[in-house]
């Protein structure tokens, strides 16, 4: 009987190319092909540090469509390396989707750990890091997101969220309506060259961002 091949889950940068662990770049070699949520930054990456490797798309839109495939290499005994945009995959991802059915048809699955934008916005917030929880993207609609956001502000533990360029100052705003002067966080460009962490009230944020404008992905810790 043919055993399956091993379904690696790798952490790959958040910015700077750089911060690759030694067994990620080992493991990307090792492996028969790469499942990535965008292959041209995995491709970008790859090329980084040499390696050349058959990429294959998995992102949202195509998730459930391509699982089929990359199940059956799996069990044909081909070694999967699944990447996401960056980071680790499965966190804010479809990476799970992919992770779940390995789990389910038996095929085993392993994380090579590393980069995370959520622990590092965490730990370079200065808020309370010894119990936290993460909440990924909050809604696009107002309502919604006021309600969330107002639930979240009941809880004990340190909030992270991750929140679009687009999209920030609009919840700055409800978060200013619903919160006041609560202390909050934002970083952005985290291990880039731009990198920054900011910390004050909503309005004060907000006055920030109007004068310098929003740019790049944001995780807001509150």
């Known amino acids: 009987m043919s055993m399956s091949g091993t379904l690696f889950v790798v952490s790959t940068p958040i910015g700077n190319l750089e911060d690759i662990t030694l067994r990620a770049i080992r493991t990307l070699k090792e492996a028969d092909l790469v499942a990535a ?5 995995a491709g970008i990456l790859l090329n980084a540090y040499g390696i050349k490797k058959e990429l294959r798309s998995f992102h949202s839109y195509n998730a459930k469509s391509r699982v089929p495939g990359i199940v059956s290499a799996l069990k044909e005994g081909k070694n999967v390396a699944l990447v996401s945009d960056s980071g ?24 090579v750990p590393g980069p995370s934008a959520v622990i590092d916005a965490l730990v370079l917030s200065g ?4 119990k ?4 990924g993207f909050l809604s696009n609609k107002k309502a919604r997101r ?3 956001i107002e ?3 009941r809880e004990k533990r340190t909030v992270i969220v991750y929140e ?9 705003l409800d978060f200013m309506e619903i919160a006041g002067d609560r202390q909050i966080a934002l970083a952005r460009e985290l291990t880039k060259k731009f990198e920054e962490v900011r910390r004050g009230t909503a309005k004060e944020l907000l006055e920030h961002l109007g004068k ?8 807001v810790v509150f």
Request: proline share 10%; aromatic share 6%.
């Open 132 to 135: 936290f929880v993460f909440e």
């Open 88 to 111: 680790t995959p499965g966190i804010s991802d479809p990476g799970h989707v992919i992770i779940k059915e390995c789990i389910k048809e038996n095929i085993p699955v392993t994380a």
């Open 146 to 148: 006021k309600k969330q």
């Open 151 to 153: 639930e979240l502000l």
């Open 37 to 41: 949520e965008d292959t041209r930054r």
């Open 212 to 219: 310098n404008g929003p740019r790049g992905e944001f995780v």
């Open 127 to 130: 808020l309370p890091t010894s």
């Open 164 to 172: 679009s360029p687009h999209r920030i100052c609009a919840f700055l």
